[in-house]
């Protein structure tokens, strides 16, 4: 061969092998590869890319710089060794691991939408099976008012497949109730499972063509006991003695431990934010489930969406569910600062507050369980990004019936959009609605005949407020005194450019005092009144109506 040949073989090889790697690099091969089981996908492997180019240019002897692994990095932007797992500094956060850092929730606002209450027509008051197109009718108004996160409760087929039972024994994971999505008689004639999905995806493109996000009840811990899983992965169940353990709800409990199990949750994810379009998990009993599958579900999801929005529900563990995750992954993967969760339930801080507008206690528990919110107990743990709320599905009797009834419930809410955290509402709350909620009977949302239709522009307000003021929705909190602890909470919402103070009257009668802390001088004015006080020496002094608030600038 001469040298010639040589020499143009040699390019033709360098050309073919271009050409290979530009194909590769333009194909969608970075995502995993998928094993389709039972109309299901499983995780089975992830091509490595970039360990293909660089055998490549071994090939062609052109190996270089461009052949070292991109470096996932940690939380605070430190890159991570990929062998040795170590934090090295000045590498942004990877493309591999977007849930180093959590979602910013500042400005969000999020609704419970409770669907057992919609099994009504609102316009005419007739009972409807169609569920999600009657739940759909209020979103408009709930855009108008300023939420930015619809939070259902679950919506896949559980109890008789109709309203009525409770939600969280899921009979299949890959299917939506059918009581939910329009037939009224599921046990005859309970459609076709696309019409049944194409129903609950109507409902999330509603919700987004409104600028709303859809998050949805991950209940991932159990599943009710005839759920398909029994009889096609019998493994997938945690057992002792032979039998399915059950939890304290008697729903089966699933293994964890078992690496198929939490592959399966992971895809049943992924298929619902592809087929309709989920934007998060409100996860069920957080800690039911290790954490170290909850930071593989955030962060593959993370990948596809990047404001996957991940709440645990839980009121225990709250510093190691709230905190980074370091670790092996649900596949094996190594994680180095992974957050598993956005945000958490705030229960020991709502309980707080219920009992305080229910006269059980007085105000400055409110600060207690602000400090420590697991149960009160154990070391501060202020930077938690906890819900703030005073109602939910959970919770008997409804907020505005508790003692000091909705004007009570609207100072708590005062409080709770003010606030650190993320502010919550619990749907009906807005019209003052007293209707508790049921697993046993069909409860409905009194939309057309509303207790106090004022607290929806009560609501916006504060919302509009909030979302305006960078003091609120992502400022320090610095706790005040006041002459009356037992009556008054008072707080600081501030940054470099803006100070906001917040007093609020929590109980029946009015108060004249004075509130003392920490830059607390100079004009004070009321941002919803722009009535004018005067702050001297650490010290305001005011009079507030029972049940009543100032949120004030400080200049």
Not at 157 to 173: A, E, H, N, Q
Not at 294 to 323: D, F, H, I, R
Not at 368 to 375: G, K, Y
Not at 523 to 546: H, I, M, N
Request: with cysteine.
């Amino acid at each position: 061969m001469s040298r010639l040949t040589k020499i143009l073989l040699i390019s033709g090889i360098i050309i073919l092998a271009s050409l290979i790697i530009r194909q590769v690099f333009s194909s969608s091969f970075d995502a995993p590869v998928y094993a389709v089981f039972q109309n299901k996908v499983s995780l089975s492997r992830t091509l490595d890319i970039s360990g293909l180019k660089c055998k490549l240019l071994n090939v062609i002897g052109k190996v270089g710089d461009k052949c070292q692994s991109p470096r996932p990095t940690t939380g605070n932007g430190s890159s991570v060794d990929s062998v040795n797992n170590e934090p090295t500094q000045g590498y942004p956060v990877s493309n591999s691991f977007p849930a180093q850092r959590k979602v910013n929730t500042g400005n969000l606002v999020i609704y419970q939408v409770w669907l057992n209450y919609y099994a009504q027509n609102s316009q005419n008051q007739q009972p409807s099976s169609n569920v999600f197109v009657n739940a759909a009718n209020h979103l408009p108004k709930l855009a108008d008012m300023g939420i930015t996160t619809i939070q259902l409760s679950p919506v896949h087929p559980f109890g008789r497949l109709t309203t009525i039972g409770s939600p969280y024994g899921i009979k299949d994971f890959y299917d939506v109730n059918p009581g939910y999505a329009g037939f009224t008689n599921p046990k005859d004639d309970a459609g076709t499972r696309d019409a049944r999905i194409s129903a609950l995806k109507n409902y999330i493109d509603t919700a987004h063509g409104l600028g709303l996000q859809v998050i949805m009840d991950c209940v991932y811990h159990s599943t009710d006991p005839n759920n398909v899983l029994v009889n096609s992965h019998p493994d997938f169940y945690l057992r002792k003695g032979g039998q399915i353990v059950k939890n304290r709800y008697g729903f089966s409990v699933l293994d964890y431990s078992n690496p198929q199990v939490q592959n399966y949750m992971m895809e049943m994810t992924k298929y619902w934010a592809k087929t309709v379009g989920i934007d998060g998990c409100r996860s069920d009993v957080a800690i039911d489930v290790p954490l170290s599958f909850w930071a593989s579900l955030n962060n593959e999801l993370k990948k596809m969406k990047p404001a996957w929005l991940m709440v645990a529900e839980t009121s225990s563990k709250l510093e190691e569910y709230g905190s980074p995750y370091t670790g092996a992954g649900s596949n094996g993967e190594k994680y180095q600062s992974v957050y598993g969760f956005d945000a958490l339930y705030g229960v020991t801080y709502m309980q707080a507050l219920r009992a305080v507008i229910n006269n059980r206690r007085e105000a400055n528990v409110i600060q207690l369980a602000w400090e420590r919110p697991e149960q009160g107990k154990g070391k501060p743990l202020p930077d938690l990004n906890l819900y703030r709320a005073i109602d939910n599905h959970d919770q008997h009797p409804r907020a505005a019936a508790l003692s000091g009834r909705n004007k009570a419930m609207l100072a708590a809410m005062a409080i709770n959009f003010t606030l650190d955290g993320l502010p919550f509402i619990f749907n009906g709350q807005e019209i003052g609605d007293l209707n508790p909620t049921s697993i046993a009977n069909q409860r409905y949302i009194s939309w057309s005949r509303p207790p106090h239709p004022e607290n929806t522009s009560i609501y916006k307000q504060l919302i509009s407020l909030r979302k305006s003021h960078p003091a609120l929705n992502s400022g320090t909190t610095i706790w005040y005194s006041s002459n009356n602890p037992s009556q008054v909470i008072s707080y600081l919402r501030s940054t470099d450019k803006e100070k906001i103070i917040v007093v609020v009257n929590l109980s029946e009668t009015s108060w004249s005092g004075t509130v003392m802390g920490d830059k607390l001088l100079g004009t004070v004015t009321d941002l919803l009144s722009s009535r004018f006080y005067t702050a001297q020496k650490g010290s305001l002094s005011l009079t507030l109506e029972p049940y009543s608030y100032l949120i004030a600038s400080v200049k």
